[in-house]
């Protein structure tokens, strides 16, 4: 552990009796859930967001909330609040608020939006921030079944946000939506092939690597009191396919894809250190973001010269601990956005991480993930950081490292915490520096619609709910080294890739019209 994980807490002449007072801290978390049976009687996220910001302000252990002067939602898709840091602010009854700002579509936003506040913050642009998201996917499902129930929640009539931050460009290109790369179902598997390919593995071997590396992870969630599933699960049990673990899209069976209908909220409260001293909180309670750096990687997943790689990761990752003046061996704790097990593995090559197989046994994960934690949809790092608020807390002075992202392996934002202050204060990296150093990484050009010999890069195939393969979506790279998107729908030639690798193997794409299609 670096040498500022290793200062003193509290007490004459500690660091803190020297921390500038405009250095951001978060001093308050809260998680809620719910799994209603009688949907009469649920909240909305609205207020189940209430009820996790109400958490947070007695987490602090001191009244924070009446100091709001800035309230940050995550872009909510359970529900169309109009501008939900507005009616949050008035749910909670706060008059101080002067600024509410959301967020674009993105696993990216919650960090994204620590790192933003905080370095205004700094700056004294805010001095109290409200900050969460909240997701009712869990009861909107429920509703929908017969017999349906109607929801009667808030149909708000504030004027859109005025602040919303984030790239807003969807996540796939009109090359890929003609292909079917539409989903994470359907695009994450492709990462997942060419790890496999890259790393020399059979499918089978693979499914092992991968299954254990999840079973990991569930036994996290089986300790994480706001897990929405806290069943541990072996490895056998998460890869073996079966009437509760259908196969969604191979070679991802249901225990290996995010959750996403969750009733889940998560809140935080970030403010200035003169701002917690002035309420009295306990320096027990504080725990500081250190640095924060974003960038995204080529945007499309056609674009990206590998598909097993993202130097958006390494870059930036590598920027916000240098910013921080740290190295990645200083780091006492991981929550790697897991979504898939693909996501988990590109974020350990970008960082230099071997886990636990390596003989590295710091955690990769808080929470348990997306598939066992819960995945709220772009708000699964709200309760990331939350947990790592507490796991910073139970261990004073080390490093926790919060890596979260958007779409597909694309957008990224990254974290430090600590209960040390950091001695230069919050240090935001510049956007653009990260950027056009990812901007300068190599890419390729889709090939279009194409006609001709090519070499199978990576595949997904994608399961009806009665356990037939429906379709696949592979890559492949063509003889000048650009990339041919194509589909096929031969029930022989899709078994056949679930049963072997065949990333690498020489086939031949046939133009359809405006798409192309694979043949053996």
């Not at 894809?257 to 909180?281: E, F, K, P, R, T």
């Not at 934002?413 to 901007?439: I, K, N, W």
Request: proline share 8%.
């Amino acid at each position: 552990m670096g040498q500022e994980g290793q200062e003193g807490q509290e007490g004459p002449g500690s660091v803190r009796d020297v921390t500038d007072p405009r250095t951001p801290v978060i001093v308050g978390v809260g998680q809620a859930e719910q799994r209603p049976e009688d949907l009469s009687g649920t909240l909305e996220p609205i207020d189940l967001l209430v009820s996790a910001a109400r958490t947070a302000d007695g987490d602090a252990g001191a009244s924070m909330l009446t100091r709001v002067n800035t309230i940050a939602v995550v872009s909510i898709t359970s529900w169309p609040y109009p501008d939900p840091g507005a009616l949050l602010a008035r749910r909670l009854g706060l008059d101080g608020v002067r600024e509410t700002m959301t967020t674009t579509i993105g696993g990216n936003s919650p960090q994204l939006l620590v790192n933003h506040l905080a370095a205004a913050i700094q700056r004294g642009d805010t001095d109290v921030v409200l900050l969460g998201g909240t997701e009712c996917l869990y009861t909107r499902r429920a509703a929908r079944t017969e017999p349906k129930t109607w929801l009667n929640w808030t149909q708000a009539d504030d004027p859109p946000c005025p602040v919303v931050l984030g790239d807003a460009r969807p996540g796939s290109s009109p090359y890929e939506l003609e292909h079917g790369a539409v989903a994470p179902v359907q695009i994450y598997p492709l990462f997942e092939t060419a790890l496999r390919a890259s790393a020399g593995h059979g499918v089978a071997e693979h499914q092992v690597v991968v299954s254990e590396l999840w079973s990991r992870f569930s036994a996290v969630a089986a300790s994480n009191p706001h897990a929405w599933s806290r069943e541990a699960k072996s490895a056998e049990d998460i890869r073996t396919v079966g009437p509760d673990n259908r196969m969604v899209s191979f070679p991802y069976p249901k225990r290996m894809c995010a959750n996403i209908h969750v009733d889940q909220a998560a809140a935080l409260i970030l403010c200035s250190y003169a701002a917690a001293q002035d309420a009295g909180v306990p320096d027990d309670r504080l725990v500081f973001p250190h640095s924060g750096a974003d960038a995204h990687d080529h945007y499309f997943v056609s674009e990206r010269e590998r598909l097993d790689t993202s130097p958006a990761i390494s870059i930036a990752g590598r920027a916000a601990l240098d910013a921080a003046g740290l190295g990645v061996d200083d780091v006492a704790r991981f929550d790697l956005y897991s979504c898939f097990p693909s996501a988990v593995q590109i974020a350990m090559r970008a960082l230099g991480l071997h886990g636990a197989p390596g003989g590295d046994g710091r955690p990769l994960n808080v929470t348990g993930g997306l598939a066992f934690a819960g995945g709220p949809a772009n708000d699964y790092p709200s309760h990331a950081i939350a947990a790592m608020v507490d796991a910073c807390r139970r261990d004073p002075g080390s490093i926790g490292f919060v890596s979260a992202l958007g779409w597909y392996v694309t957008k990224h934002s990254m974290g430090c915490y600590s209960t040390t202050p950091p001695p230069r204060g919050f240090v935001l990296v510049d956007a653009s520096e990260t950027q056009r150093a990812v901007d300068a990484t190599p890419s390729r050009q889709p090939a279009g619609a194409y006609e001709g010999p090519a070499t199978l890069e990576a595949s997904s195939v994608l399961y009806e709910r009665d356990g037939g393969p429906a379709m696949a979506v592979v890559t492949t790279l063509t003889p000048d080294g650009s990339r041919a998107l194509a589909n096929t729908s031969d029930v022989d030639l899709m078994d056949a890739m679930t049963r072997e690798a065949w990333e690498g193997r020489p086939v031949t794409v046939v133009r359809d019209a405006d798409t192309n299609r694979l043949e053996a």
